[in-house]
């Protein structure tokens, strides 16, 4: 959009003087980050839960994981969800169109607030569950305690960002959003043993 008027889009002089059409959107910076940690012990039973999160954050996804094609082939993904471009026949795509090494693809991955996403997460990011077996005092036996547990890590997350990204690790790395590996969600188990 023509923000200053001139009759034509243009960043100016990049400087805070001179911006010409560009605006501040959005915050990147996580404004309000909470967690919460819940235990619970009940006869030989323990439970523990931590859940972590974002309530209010905005993301400008960058690079080729969220535009797809990136001007060249080297660096270019394409993944089902990039097929959803602008054409003729599809006028109301999520995506514009595709450019391969010209410079109208750098017009297409300005930052914008059609892409402009909603950061906040909920994540359950620890579970334990726990069973302690009574050991018998009457007895002479070398074991104190003996506890059995099953442990889940990065078990869900709720989110409104694009599927493709991690909203706790989509913002970092060097190389654009999406280039770090996601938390993976893991399960063990373990038995603890007091001597």
Known sequence: ADLNKDGKITPGNNTLDDHGDLSIIGNSNPRFSYGINLGL????????????????????????????????????????????????????????KPYLGTNEHSKNTQT?????????????????????????????????KIRFFITGENLFTLTKMNKTFDPETAFVGAYGSGKAYPLRRTFSFGLNVDL
């Open 41 to 96: 012990d009940w006869k030989n039973f323990d439970l523990s839960v931590f859940c972590q999160g974002v309530g209010k954050r905005d993301g400008a996804p960058s690079g080729n994981m969220f535009y797809g094609i990136s001007g060249g082939i080297w660096g270019s993904s394409v993944f089902v969800q990039h097929l959803d471009y602008w054409s003729p026949d599809n006028p109301n795509a999520y995506y514009p």
């Open 112 to 144: 914008q607030t059609r892409f402009l996403q909603n950061a906040a997460y909920f994540r359950l990011k620890s579970f334990q569950f726990g069973y302690t077996l009574p050991v018998e005092k009457k007895i002479k036996f070398p074991i104190e």
